[in-house]
């Protein structure tokens, strides 16, 4: 039985090509694609994801969640990284869609028309997850799992010296979601930063007469470009995809269980996700978190869940 997950995204570069690996995976039935700001606007995360979905055409199409702006200030977004318009600018035109369903109520009827059974791949800002759990406490401990995109464990952040991007975005709703009583796995960025594909990736993509192919081909040339100038990197990390390889083959992953909270006050460290490792830890654990994983295996996997050209 595939195994039925929302994907909750504000795309994005990496989440972009994350979706494209869900949307044509058997193993998975995507119920949902619910949009939230960070890397780009709430309206425009939204939009995102319909020229996602439009351009890749997969054999099913989910359902799309609306983002609206967050309750908090979001203090950055990631243009820096995944341009203006948050798909390397390649300014994709969209269908005006008639009816537009908030990203919380569609999670909320998704999970409450198969309790325990949706697991919900967070690789955005946590604002959405914490909207559903504030106008219905019931259902986080409804959701079979989440499995989030963000936080570091031991590294530094992204964003900031001590903060993730996505948990940097709304700390708020990071700790409300860290603090409820749902099944979380966390898959970090001390993690993710250590997979950085090269150039090689593109001999690698589907053919360009697939719409994925033509779809990457368009916006991974600025990443890449964008990698190069920001940090003087010949490569670019995906966060997202390594993190959604995370919830569909977990055994190329270590977990280990783990107690963690978000700061959301400190001047310089709002945004920080802090894990209590004191050798006789106070705080109970509340998630499982990726600390280890096979780099090669996790590599091959996307490519495959790509549809790409298999790595040796
Ligand atoms: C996260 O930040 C965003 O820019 C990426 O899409 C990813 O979700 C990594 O810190
Ligand atoms: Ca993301």
């Not at 020229?51 to 359902?63: C, F, G, K, N, T």
């Not at 940097?168 to 700790?175: Q, V």
């Not at 460290?269 to 705080?283: C, E, H, L």
Request: with cysteine; glycine share 6%; aromatic share 6%.
């Amino acid at each position: 039985m595939p195994k039925k997950v929302i994907l909750d995204v504000d795309p994005g570069i990496d989440d972009a090509m994350a979706l494209c690996m869900a949307l044509f995976d058997p193993d998975l039935d995507v119920i949902a694609v619910t949009a939230v700001g960070g890397n780009c606007p709430a309206d425009k995360a939204t939009r995102n994801v319909q020229a996602i979905i439009e351009q890749i055409d997969p054999p099913r199409w989910p359902r799309i969640g609306a983002a609206s702006p967050p309750d908090h200030r979001l203090p950055v977004d990631g243009r820096y990284l995944h341009g203006d318009d948050g798909l390397g600018d390649v300014k994709f035109e969209v269908a005006e869609l008639r009816t537009r369903h908030p990203s919380e109520k569609v999670i909320s009827d998704a999970v409450r028309s198969a309790p325990n059974s949706v697991t919900i791949i967070a690789l955005g800002p946590l604002t959405n997850l914490a909207r559903v759990f504030q106008r219905d406490p019931e259902l986080s401990s409804l959701v079979g799992q989440i499995v989030i995109s963000g936080g570091t464990v031991k590294g530094p952040g992204n964003i900031t010296p001590a903060a993730e991007f996505n948990i940097y975005c709304d700390p708020e709703a990071a700790r409300e979601v860290f603090r409820s009583p749902s099944t979380k796995t966390l898959v970090p960025l001390d993690l993710t930063n250590q997979i950085v594909l090269s150039y090689d990736l593109f001999n690698r993509l589907p053919e360009e007469s697939t719409k994925v192919g033509k779809f990457l081909r368009k916006i991974l040339p600025p990443a890449f470009r964008a990698y190069r100038q920001q940090f003087g990197l010949e490569g670019i990390h995906v966060h997202d995809s390594i993190a959604l390889c995370a919830a569909v083959n977990p055994e190329l992953f270590a977990f280990r269980e783990m107690a963690a909270d978000v700061e959301t006050m400190g001047e310089l460290t709002a945004g920080m996700t802090v894990f209590d490792r004191r050798r006789v830890p106070a705080w109970r654990h509340n998630m499982e978190v990726a600390i280890e994983m096979e780099e090669k295996k996790v590599v091959a996997e996307l490519i495959r869940r790509l549809g790409g050209e298999p790595v040796e």
